[in-house]
């Protein structure tokens, strides 16, 4: 019994004197505004309790050595009435009575206390068993009820148990979430968390189910990617693409868009393959952003260089005079006229002259046993040579192979320009001296147009981009 005596001397003050330092532990769970409770009247109850009790105590333990029915073993200065009588009934109750109370207000103090223990309980489920043991014990009886605010503190207890059980039915959604996650089941984890009442969620909790959320919904996009093949569709996925947060989901928009730049460059090679400009312009620049593009493979500069020299070349094929001028010559009398035909060199040195067919066609008519007439060496000025047109098909034919094995230097496209200016400016002063007409009659058909015009653009066009002709030649 002394035992008793010393519990709950040394618990009951401390208990209830220290309940209000307990209440912000419990207030940590950021409930919505609990009851008021009184703790100066709980401070104030405490000490009548403790007077109360320490009377009991003090009397108990006197009357534990005395015969209580004999009046000379009493405790000093005790007055003590006879059990039986009234007046000792009454003294024995009141007794009763304080040690009765003072139990029940040590065992509500004790039970509060250690629910809001100085170390928090961080699992919301061992909180909510100790609130319902708490409320169970003093649910026929609340140790509080006499003391201004008493009531308010069951309700404060009350109030945490509704606050605690739907923070607990949204942790288990959340680890639920969590366990889909694990398990690469996004819809599932998403499903999941539309379920949690975001409001019933602390801070940090609720800071972990936006970063889940976020990470699902990453995770569900990218689960199926669009084919390599279509590049526009895979476009728009990463145009579309939630942002990424975590190393990994930079790492997969990072290979996504590398791999999205390859299949672009390899796109835009084919395209300028397959389906080239009109104009060196668009096509150099076309192919200058190519190389200069970071995710180019490294051999793309080589082949873009190929590819380049052929569409080159097909912009310049080679030029072929007409049959016609193979057998057909031409000359100007000492007058200056033009005079053109089929010549054959006849004589010796000393006295040269020329068979002379008026056409390829009477040529081929009467053969060489006959002719339409001679020309001595001395009516003409100059020997017969090949027609113009011929002349200048080889002279077009060597400066484009020139060109050709030369392609990346800017001199030979200016050599070759000037040639083409060249060939322009004796082909105009050929017709303007009617020799042009003068051949196409001896050889019935017209000229072949060299298309000079169109070779002299070009090489003026490139000579205009020569920036990207550097870029492509990696200069």
């Known amino acids: 019994m002394k035992m ?33 409770v009184n703790v100066n009247a709980l401070g104030a109850l405490a ?16 009357l534990e050595k005395a015969d209580l029915l004999s009046a000379r073993d009493l405790p000093p200065d005790v007055s003590l009435p006879e059990p039986h009588s009234p007046d000792g009934q009454k003294w024995f109750g009141a007794v009763h009575q304080s040690w009765s109370n003072a139990q029940t207000a040590h065992d509500g103090a004790v039970a509060f206390m250690a629910l809001f223990h100085p170390k928090p309980i ?10 319902e043991k708490f409320a169970a014990r003093t649910s026929n009886r609340n140790p509080f009820a006499d003391v201004p605010g008493g009531s308010a503190l069951m309700d404060y207890v009350t109030s945490l148990c ?29 499903d999941e968390l539309k379920l949690i009442k975001r409001e019933k969620l602390d801070p940090l909790e609720l800071a972990d189910l936006v970063k889940l959320q976020r990470k699902a919904e990453f995770k569900k996009y990218w689960k199926i990617e669009p084919p390599e093949s279509d590049i526009e569709k895979r476009r728009k996925f990463l145009q579309s693409s939630p942002p990424a947060v975590l190393d990994d989901e930079k790492a997969t928009i990072e290979k996504m868009e590398r791999a999205l730049a390859l299949a672009e460059c390899q796109q835009e090679f084919k395209l300028l393959r397959d389906q080239p400009p009109a104009q060196a312009r668009d096509y150099l620049r076309r192919a200058a952003a190519l190389v200069q593009n970071k995710a180019a493979p490294a051999d793309f500069r080589l082949t873009l260089r190929m590819q380049f020299v052929k569409w080159v070349t097909s912009k310049l094929p080679v030029r072929e005079a007409l049959v016609g001028a193979t057998i057909v010559m031409e000359t100007k009398r000492k007058n200056g006229t033009p005079i053109a035909g089929v010549f054959k060199d006849a004589g010796d040195k000393s006295s040269k002259w020329y068979k002379y067919w008026v056409s390829l066609s009477e040529f081929k008519k009467v053969g060489e046993t006959k002719y339409d007439q001679i020309y001595l060496a001395r009516q003409l000025d100059g020997e017969p040579q090949q027609p113009l047109c011929k002349r200048h098909a080889e002279a077009f034919n060597e400066g484009r192979k020139k060109l050709l094995a030369h392609w990346e230097s800017a001199d030979e496209w200016r050599m070759f320009a000037a040639l083409c200016q060249q060939l322009q400016r004796d082909w105009k002063q050929y017709q303007d001296q009617g020799c042009l007409a003068e051949f196409e009659r001896a050889a019935e058909m017209k000229a072949r147009d060299l298309e000079i015009e169109a070779a002299l653009a070009l090489a003026n066009e490139l000579l205009g981009e020569w920036s990207s002709v550097a870029a492509l030649n990696g200069e």
């Open 4 to 36: 008793t005596y010393a519990l709950l001397m040394g618990c009951l003050p401390l208990g209830l004197l220290t309940i209000g330092s307990f209440l912000p532990a419990g207030q940590i769970q950021q409930a919505a505004p609990p009851p008021m």
């Open 47 to 62: 000490k009548q309790q403790q007077v109360e009790a320490g009377k009991a105590v003090e009397y108990l333990q006197r």
């Open 122 to 131: 961080s699992e919301k489920r061992k909180r909510l068993a100790e609130l």
């Open 162 to 190: 509704d606050k605690i059980k739907p923070q607990i039915e949204a942790e288990d959604h959340l680890s639920k979430a969590e366990e889909f996650s694990e398990q690469k089941n996004y819809d599932g984890c998403l």
